[in-house]
């Protein structure tokens, strides 16, 4: 007999199918069983769209056996009316009775509220059921709601001898440091992401789009800092085909904590996540702050010999690494 953690680490791959697309609303997967066969799955796939114990509920063939079944969801269903109705209300109404739920939602309109309405109609609820993978799942939700920030991604690209940018060069665009593959796998994390950041200089520099052009998928939000409103018009960041933000001096307060002000802005602005890409200034300020949860550095074969100095991070954060086409690539984690 296959136990709860085989259906619910199902639940969690299905999840993963909305990644990037389901903003402001959590990954979420569901499956139903019967007679220890699953005779119906479903997840979210996009905001306003039916969540994935509907779309779960929907698939199964003969409804007949919904009565006789055991619904999976990776995270508890919700028990308020927002852009779709109560999934707690459907398997109510569906007589399914029993539910089976990876972790709680810490929204504040459910956080436990749909699972009490569950007990209460009368269903055999079970909550736990690999919780800290179905909580990893949602690391961006549960980091918005519970922190009050977005969850936050340093990402950076440096020579063979600590630089991130060479100390001069012929044309406003990036010199690259990593190979095309790098840049793919690059583009393919802004698509998870829900906003990107950098600051006014590479912007100036650069005049980087920030866009997902190497990978199918969503373009995130461009976010660019610019206190005293230098950067150009013409630059890509204001070409109106990507929704783009700009914080200047009139949304927040330079002369405080900027990595704070900063997170503050863009919760009150809805961002659960942002991939910052930098420059060197930018990310040190994450990183000198202690406002980031998780870093990724590529480590190109190029040598720079000069020019802006990568950013420094604590090697006693945990992380590990590997070997991207003859590229090292370095996670950290904020413990």
């Not at 991604?153 to 440091?177: C, H, M, N, R, Y």
Request: aromatic share 8%.
């Amino acid at each position: 007999m296959k136990t709860h953690d085989t259906y619910i680490k199902r639940c969690i791959e299905l999840a993963k199918n909305g990644l990037g697309t389901t903003y402001p609303n959590p990954l979420v997967g569901s499956l139903i069983v019967y007679n220890d066969e699953i005779i119906g799955e479903g997840w979210h796939r996009k905001s306003g769209e039916p969540h994935a114990e509907v779309n779960a509920i929907n698939s199964v063939k003969d409804k007949s056996l919904l009565s006789k079944s055991t619904i999976y969801v990776s995270l508890e269903p919700c028990s308020h009316f927002g852009k779709t109705p109560p999934c707690c209300d459907l398997i109510i109404a569906n007589k399914i009775p029993n539910v089976v739920i990876g972790t709680i939602d810490p929204f504040a309109k459910v956080a436990g509220t749909g699972i009490k309405k569950l007990i209460e109609a009368g269903k055999n609820v079970t909550v736990g059921i690999l919780e800290d993978e179905c909580n990893e799942l949602n690391k961006r939700f549960f980091t918005f709601h519970n922190k009050k920030r977005p969850y936050i991604i340093l990402k950076w690209a440096e020579s063979q001898d600590g630089f991130i940018a060479p100390l001069t060069k012929e044309i406003k665009e990036p010199v690259w440091i990593t190979n095309e593959f790098s840049r793919q796998l690059v583009h393919k994390w802004r698509s998870e992401e829900q906003a990107i950041l950098v600051g006014t200089n590479t912007v100036i520099e650069d005049n980087p789009s920030l866009t997902t052009r190497d990978w199918s998928g969503n373009h995130p939000i461009r976010i660019v800092l610019d206190q005293n409103n230098r950067i150009s018009k013409e630059s890509h960041i204001f070409d109106n085909q990507i929704k783009s933000i700009t914080i200047t001096k009139e949304n927040i307060n330079f002369n405080n904590n900027i990595a704070l002000e900063i997170t503050d802005f863009l919760f009150n602005e809805g961002i659960q996540s942002v991939i910052i890409e930098g420059g060197g200034q930018t990310l040190q300020t994450f990183i000198d702050a202690n406002i980031w949860d998780e870093a990724q550095v590529f480590r190109g074969e190029i040598y720079f010999k000069s020019g802006t100095k990568a950013p420094t991070i604590s090697r006693e954060n945990s992380k590990k690494e590997k070997i991207l086409n003859d590229e090292l690539l370095t996670f950290f984690n904020y413990d």
